[in-house]
């Protein structure tokens, strides 16, 4: 029974066999086995232990792995947002691994990418690193626009590396956050109408103007007073606040009839917004 290190024979059992590093990455190794002081052959000499001469090793390959792991969230107007591409064991020789970012936040129009290596950032593309590399972070910069998007998703997922590693976490994914709040858009009373010649307002508001689509609201009329008797809408329940602007007017004509009529209401209620936005108001 034998227990050694580096062809160092003591007494006990094999447990492990550290081979010198001219095997390194070697597919194969042979071990022969020599009696240690000569006893069992003749005297000086180091002969072959025969019957376990000639032994095949088969290298237990280490399993390599570059892995993408999500870091901390993004949110507009300015905190970036990180993901680490990991190597396991750190690389010994340069190493590429391709890359995707995906997600419902658009790359380059909601957020720019750097890589800590300097790699060149792109939609997809491929990641080299030097040797001796454990980790690479990805920082994802927010683009802080004026689109009201709430949160979206960015996904960074990774593919065909080279080197020996093979895919562990192969995406991993974090939120973008925006910071741009839908207006509201709310109706007041503006100028009462009067007989003969009064005609009557009402101001339609955005709590911030138009964006680049003009905002269309309808709306209905109510109240004691009768449409198209008492008073017309030559907007037909319809209103525009155009681009740039916070509020319009809806003015409503009175009709001078000859009825004696005490005073009469008109109510108007705000039904739907429509715009290119319209699904972002409220
Ligand atoms: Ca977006
Ligand atoms: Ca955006
Ligand atoms: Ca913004
Ligand atoms: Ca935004």
Redesign the pocket.
């Given at each position: 029974m034998l227990n050694f290190t580096n062809n160092v024979a003591t007494s006990g059992s094999i447990t492990s066999v550290s081979l010198p590093a001219a095997f390194n990455n070697a597919a194969t190794a042979r071990l022969r086995f020599y009696y240690h002081n000569g006893t069992g052959g003749a005297a000086g000499s180091r002969p072959k232990i025969s019957s376990i001469d000639n032994l095949n090793v088969t290298a237990n390959p280490t399993s390599s792995t570059v892995s993408v792991a999500a870091g901390t969230n993004a949110a507009e107007p300015s905190t970036n947002g990180t993901f680490t591409v990991n190597f396991s064991p750190a690389t010994t020789t340069s190493t590429d691994v391709n890359f995707a970012f995906t997600g419902?936040?658009?790359f380059g129009?909601?957020y720019t990418v750097a890589f800590s290596n300097g790699n060149t950032p792109s939609e997809t593309g491929t990641l080299t690193v030097a040797a001796g590399t454990s980790s690479i972070t990805v920082t994802i910069t927010p683009v802080d626009d004026g689109?009201i998007?709430g949160t979206?998703n960015i996904s960074l997922g990774l593919s065909a590396p080279t080197a020996g590693y093979a895919l562990g976490s192969a995406s991993a994914s974090i939120s973008l956050a925006d910071n741009d709040v839908a207006p509201t858009v709310s109706v007041a009373a503006g100028v009462n109408a009067a007989e003969p010649a009064t005609n009557g307002t009402f101001t339609v508001s955005l709590s911030s103007p138009a964006p680049p689509a003009e905002v269309t609201v309808t709306y209905t009329l109510a109240g004691t007073a009768t449409l198209n008797s008492d008073y017309s809408d030559p907007q037909g329940g319809t209103v525009t606040i155009t681009t740039g602007n916070s509020s319009a007017t809806v003015t409503l004509n009175v009709i001078d009839d000859p009825a004696p009529e005490s005073p009469e209401t008109i109510t108007i209620t705000l039904n739907t917004v429509s715009s290119r936005l319209s699904h972002q108001y409220s």
């Open positions: 419902s936040a658009t129009t909601d689109d998007e979206e």
